[in-house]
Structures are given as structure tokens and as C-alpha cells.
């Protein structure tokens, strides 16, 4: 093998090339995000096993002869070792095949990519309201402590907090919806528009912008403004009195009186320096939170009749639908991973330390 | 020498639920274009001072005083605002520890650059070029590579120096050092020391220098301050601290070891509860 000088040069001080490092770098991460993923296949798998839940009776239904039982058995392939079993069970994930859903009789991942843009819809909304008004006011009570505005920010965030979320959802309804009637109920969009924009993300607000329909997405917002802003209230609360600590912490460090003794305005103390330490642990919790409206709020896409991914596993559970139970664990989970991945990278960018 | 600062009757509080420390207990003193030491033990209201002259006190501390002047100017009559004029452009601080001092985050050129542009009309280019000019006064070798560097990519001694580059670069008429070699390694104490006595030399500024290292203050100041419990309680010509009479005084003399004559036990600093009680003393010359 020939050696080329500078490759000789990194050779000899014992460390390989600046763009191998961080590709090798990258390959770590895709080990672990891979390994994940296959631990978070084998839990599917074995709840899949250990539910008392016979697959081939639900196929077969109760009055098949034995013959038939044994036979469909065979066809799944439960005859065969629990490992091969488990191989086959990738081999079919990877193809992108989650089995049938026996509630809906369509292939799971139909049903998912139907119900996932919902979720993805609402959550994304919801994390937008929580985090463009949620970072402003708990910077805005950290750099007041322990004046008025302060106090109501705290206690905006302890009641968003405390409240059940389908109290806030029902009185949501009856007050925007029954009484004042400023937005739409419950659902997606209403009756009439249903289906009229060619599904093309599964988002009704980014499919109608796609199609040029202006009603249908001004329909659309009517619907989901509710939804989004009680959920987003919540994560409001949450990511408000982190961001408030976090802040408080980061004022209280040596670098923003370096700053002041700078002679720079507190606008740009609070902004351009501590802020931009606060944003590095910040980014975990806005992950985290967006990561947890993206499993699905059962609560709220019941009140709302929401056709998202949690309602969907909530059904399927209650009538023992394996396979889409299964499957919306699996999507779920690789979602968790997906922004987690995410929220690692935005950490290296903000932080030069984490490099 | 005319009189760059002048302070008079300074006092700093801090008011709890149920009591009121006083940090600083009517402190005065002037300054000219000289380096003035102040030394003290923890607590003893030294860095309060400081940070009071740059009006950086923050509720729930305050401060008052009777005179607050930089080379003519009211500095308490001053409003928030123009107070951020004078602050980093005419006085300035370098703290402890750079460790902590500069921004984790932010690329330490920028950092020297954003103090150049906070008093000056210049745009990015231009304030890149002085913050490198800075790095090079103090001499760091690379400027190019350092001004991208961020502050844990550099060592103490490395970080004291763009420290003293970035409050140095708006060419403030008074740095206040506040502790500035603690944090450091001995070997690089005296290194960093000369390379901010060179640039105060130079520009001819006025340097109140804090420290709680008698011997430090002696060689390195022309004129030394002792403070205790929030008071003047001493003032000399530095290099005549070994006259020095007040008992407090005296004591930190003797509690330090001496080379050349070894002692089998070292005197322990007795404090007497009747200094707390003495007035200060007025160190205006």
C-alpha cells in the first residue's frame, strides 16, 4: 500500500485525518442510533410474544378446526425457533412491512402514515407556541426576578401545570368554540372540504397550501388552533420555567459582568450572551417535549376527535390489534430516537465544549 | 498629579430579610495616573469597591457615596446609559479567573472585538483587525489562530492575557484589576503582570490594582491601601509597607514567611473587634 506524505504525517502523530475523525465520528453515532433501534425492535417483538393474545386465533378466528389452526401457524411461521422468528421480524420491518392491522384490515403502515401526519401536525404547531412564547417570557421573569411580571409568568406556568389537560381541552370548547364560536370544532377540517386536497405529506395545512386551496387551509387553521394552543400551553409552562432557571443561573455567572464592565446594553447581555448559553440546555427540552407531544396525546385527540397516533394505539390496544400496537411503538420510538439524534447535533453546534 | 478619580465616603450595602451587611463602610480615596494597590483580606470590601467605582452593584446590594468623579465627572449624577459610556471606554475591569470570565460559547476574538464595537463606530473588519493588533500587544504569538479559538481552547495564562486584551482595547483611562494573577500559575503570575504593567505604562492609564498578596502589591504599585472590615485602614507609599503601623497591618507583615529569615513558627494574624469599630481613614492625597 503506498502512504501518501500528509496521510504519513497524521500517521506518526498517532491520529488519523481531520474528515476520518468525524467520519468515524458519524459512524459511532450511527452504531448507537442502530443499536437502539434493534433494542427498541426486540421490546416490540417480545410484547408481541408475551401478550396473552393468540396471533392465530385472531386470524383464524375461534371455530377453525385444528387443522386449519396448525396450518395457519405454520404460514406465520410460529413453528419455527423464537430467533428466527425474531430475524424474520426484522427482515420484514426493514421492507417496510408492519403487518396487517385486523381492526382496519389495511396494512399498518397505511394506517400510520394516515394518523403519524396528524400527530406530527398538531405537535409541531403546539411546540412552536410553547417555545416562541415560552423562552421570551421565562427570559422575561429571570431577568425581573421576583418582580410582578414575574409572579404571573410563574403562576401562567404553575396553572398550565396543575390543570388536566381534558378539563382545559372541554372548557377550551365551550368557551372558543360553544360560546364564542372564534374557532372550529372538534376534527380536522370540516365535512365538506374532507378530502378535497390530494394527500401528498398527510399535513392538511401543507397539503392545501401545495394545492393553492386558501379556505381549506384557513379551515384548517380553525381546527387545529384550539388543539395546538392548549397543548402548546402546556409545553408553554414547562419550557418557560426551565428556560426562567436556566437564565437565572446564566445571569448569575462572571462573563455577564464581564460583559456589563464592556459597557454593553442589557439587552445585549441578556441576548447575545447569556442566551446563548441558555440555548444549550434548552435544546434537550424543547427536544423532549416535542418528542412527547409526537407520541401522541391521547387526552387531547379524543376531546378533539384528532385522528392521530395516539388515538390510533389507544384503539388498537383496547381491541387487542397486535400488529398495529406494534407497529405504532416502532414509529414512535424511532421518532424518539430521530429527534434525539437531532437535538445531539443542534448541541454541537451551540456548544463549542460538546465538540 | 491631577486627579483621575476621586471617591468619597463610599459605602455598599446589602440588604437581607433581616439584617444588612455593609460590604464598603465609607471608603475614600483619589487616584491619579498612578497604580494604586489595594489589599485586603476575603470580606474585607476590597472587590465591592471595585465593582461599586463602575456603579456594577446589583440589587439586592446598593451603594451611595457623597463623591463619585472620574477626572471631572459626576459619575452618580450619571444616568443608566451614559453610565454604559463610561463602562469598558474610559474604566474597565479584568476579573479572577478567565475561566469563568469569558463566555463559554463565544469565539474569543469575537469577545475582544464586541469591546472594541460597544465604544467605537467601526464595522466587523475593522474591529477584527484591532482585537488581532490586541492579541499581538499581549503577546500571543498566533492572533490569527487564538481569535478563533473559544476560551476552553486556551490555557490561564493565555485567557488572563485576551482578558486584559479585551478590557484594554477601548483604551479606558482606569483599568481596575480585580485579583487578576490569582487564578494563575506562579509561572505565569509575573508574566501576565508585566504584560499589563507594560500597556498601563504606556498609555499612561490609572490602575487599582486588588489583591490580597502583600508582596505583590509592594513591588508592583506606587501606592498601597489596606483595607478591613469595609474600611481604609492604612495607607502608604508601597514601598514603605514594611513601616507600616496600624496593628492589622503589621499583622499580615508577620504572618508572611521571609526567605532569609526562617522563623520555627509563623505569627498568626490577631484580630482585634476594636478595628471594626475605628473610622476609616481618608486616603485622598
Known amino acids: ?355 | 498629579m491631577s486627579t483621575l478619580l476621586s471617591v468619597e465616603d463610599l459605602w455598599v450595602r446589602f440588604r437581607g430579610p433581616n439584617r444588612v451587611v455593609e460590604a464598603v463602610r465609607g471608603v475614600s480615596f483619589t487616584l491619579g495616573r498612578e497604580r494604586l494597590g489595594i489589599v485586603g483580606e476575603s470580606g474585607s470590601g476590597k472587590s465591592m469597591t471595585g465593582r461599586a467605582i463602575l456603579r456594577l452593584i446589583r440589587p439586592p446590594g446598593e451603594m451611595s457615596a457623597r463623591r463619585l468623579e472620574l477626572d471631572g465627572t459626576d459619575l452618580l449624577a450619571l444616568t443608566e446609559r451614559q453610565m454604559r459610556a463610561i463602562r469598558g471606554h474610559r474604566i474597565s475591569m479584568i476579573m479572577q479567573d478567565p475561566k469563568f470570565s469569558l463566555n463559554p460559547v463565544v469565539r474569543v476574538g469575537e469577545q475582544i472585538a464586541e469591546a472594541y464595537r460597544a465604544h467605537a463606530r467601526v464595522d466587523r473588519r475593522e474591529a477584527r483587525v484591532r482585537a488581532l493588533e490586541m492579541l499581538h500587544a499581549v503577546q500571543i504569538r498566533d492572533p490569527e489562530r487564538v481569535y478563533d479559538a473559544y476560551p476552553h481552547e486556551v490555557s490561564g495564562g493565555m485567557g488572563q492575557r485576551i482578558m486584559i486584551a479585551m478590557m484594554l482595547v477601548p483604551e479606558p483611562d482606569l483599568l481596575i484589576a480585580d485579583e487578576p494573577t490569582s487564578a494563575l500559575d506562579v509561572t505565569v503570575q509575573m508574566q501576565v503582570l508585566a504584560i499589563m504593567d507594560k500597556l498601563v505604562r504606556e498609555k499612561g492609564m490609572g490602575l487599582i490594582f486588588i489583591s490580597h498578596d502583600l508582596n505583590l502589591v509592594a513591588s508592583f504599585c506606587d501606592r498601597v491601601l489596606i483595607m478591613y472590615a469595609g474600611r481604609i485602614v492604612e495607607t502608604c507609599e508601597a514601598k514603605r509597607l514594611h513601616e507600616a503601623r496600624h496593628p492589622y497591618t503589621r499583622g499580615l507583615l508577620a504572618s508572611l514567611p521571609q526567605i532569609d529569615k526562617p522563623v520555627p513558627r509563623l505569627a498568626v494574624l490577631e484580630r482585634d473587634a476594636a478595628w471594626r469599630k475605628q473610622g476609616g481613614i481618608d486616603a485622598s492625597v
Open chain 1, 1 to 355: 500500500m503506498t502512504v501518501l506524505p500528509h496521510e504519513e504525517k497524521h500517521r506518526r502523530r498517532g491520529q488519523p485525518p481531520p474528515f476520518l475523525a468525524s467520519l468515524s465520528r458519524l459512524a459511532g453515532t450511527m452504531l448507537s442510533v442502530l443499536l437502539t433501534m434493534i433494542g427498541l425492535l426486540a421490546i416490540t417483538f417480545i410484547i408481541g410474544r408475551v401478550m396473552p393474545i393468540d396471533p392465530v386465533l385472531a386470524v383464524v378466528g375461534e371455530r377453525a378446526s385444528p387443522e386449519i389452526y396448525e396450518a395457519t401457524r405454520k404460514a406465520m411461521g410460529l413453528d419455527r425457533p423464537i430467533i428466527v422468528q425474531f430475524g424474520l421480524y426484522l427482515r420484514d420491518i426493514f421492507s417496510g412491512d408492519l403487518g396487517t392491522s385486523t381492526l382496519t384490515a389495511r396494512p399498518v403502515t397505511e394506517d400510520i402514515a394516515r394518523v403519524f401526519p396528524a400527530t406530527l401536525e398538531l405537535a409541531t404547531i403546539a411546540t412552536l407556541i410553547g417555545t416562541l412564547l415560552g423562552v421570551p417570557m421565562g427570559v422575561l421573569a429571570a431577568v425581573k426576578q421576583g418582580r410582578l411580571v414575574d409572579q404571573i409568568i410563574r403562576l401562567v406556568g404553575l396553572f398550565g401545570y396543575s390543570m388536566p389537560i381534558f378539563w382545559l381541552g372541554l372548557m377550551g370548547l365551550l368557551v372558543f368554540y360553544g360560546i364564542l364560536g372564534w374557532v372550529s370544532g372538534p376534527g380536522r377540517i370540516d365535512v365538506y372540504y374532507d378530502g378535497i386536497v390530494p394527500s401528498v405529506t398527510g399535513m392538511i395545512l401543507v397539503d392545501s397550501l401545495l394545492a393553492g386551496e386558501r379556505d381549506i387551509f384557513w379551515n384548517a387553521v380553525s381546527h387545529i388552533v384550539l388543539p395546538a394552543s392548549i397543548l402548546g400551553y402546556y409545553s408553554l409552562a414547562y419550557i418557560s420555567r426551565m428556560t426562567r432557571s436556566f437564565m437565572l443561573e446564566q445571569l448569575g455567572q462572571e462573563y455577564i459582568i464581564t460583559a456589563r464592565v464592556k459597557g454593553l446594553s442589557e439587552w445585549a447581555v441578556i441576548w447575545r450572551h447569556a442566551a446563548r448559553n441558555v440555548l444549550v440546555p434548552l435544546i434537550t427540552v424543547i427536544a423532549l417535549s416535542y418528542a412527547n407531544l409526537l407520541e401522541g396525546s391521547v387526552l387531547t385527540e379524543v376531546i378533539f376527535a384528532w385522528p392521530g397516533i395516539g388515538s390510533y394505539i389507544t384503539t388498537a390496544l383496547l381491541s387487542a390489534d397486535m400488529n398495529a400496537v406494534m407497529g405504532g411503538t416502532i414509529v414512535v420510538g424511532a421518532v424518539f430516537i430521530g429527534i434525539n439524534l437531532f437535538s445531539d447535533l443542534l448541541y454541537k453546534l451551540v456548544d463549542p465544549r460538546a465538540r
